[in-house]
């Protein structure tokens, strides 16, 4: 009996320490995510996009999250099938960070001598690129979205 009660004191003493030393490490992480002063880059590219000049373009809505210092460049392109063929573009932006989430608008134009958009589903890949001192990056987010007038 004494060796069981021994057993249970001791497998309690092992999981408290583990419990202390998990909670010491993970609650670290973010404080030095935070004080190291990193590169944070988010882009989710939004639903519905609009018609412009009858296809000829698309607004298509982003929300974009940042730290970096300068501007940060997005790039949308947005892929449709029209008929038996594809419609096709890419846009770009230039926007400063707020720290925060923001939603802004990125202008697709149709590939010259290409199909124009219409409305419908399409795919819409987005990129979010800038630097802090010392370190640049970018990420990247893929959807599926609809054109409306």
């Known amino acids: 009996m004494r060796t069981r009660l021994r057993a249970r004191l001791a497998a309690a003493a092992v999981a408290i320490t583990a419990g202390v030393v998990l909670a010491l490490f993970a609650t670290t992480g973010p404080a030095v995510a935070f004080f190291s002063a990193g590169l944070f880059l988010d882009v989710q590219v939004q639903s519905p996009a609009h018609l412009v000049a009858r296809g000829?373009?698309?607004d298509v809505p982003v929300e974009i999250t940042c730290n970096a210092d300068g501007p940060v460049f997005v790039s949308v392109t947005v892929t449709q099938r029209v008929g038996k063929g594809i419609a096709g573009?890419?846009?770009?932006a230039e926007f400063g960070c707020t720290g925060g989430g923001q939603d802004v608008v990125v202008?697709?134009?149709a590939t010259v001598g290409g199909n124009a958009f219409i409305r419908g589903p399409a795919v819409a890949d987005g990129t979010i690129s800038g630097c802090r001192p010392n370190v640049c990056?970018?990420?990247t987010d893929s959807e599926t979205i609809r054109i409306r007038r």
């Open 89 to 92: 573009g890419t846009g770009f």
């Open 137 to 139: 990056g970018s990420e």
């Open 107 to 109: 202008r697709v134009r």
């Open 56 to 58: 000829a373009s698309v």
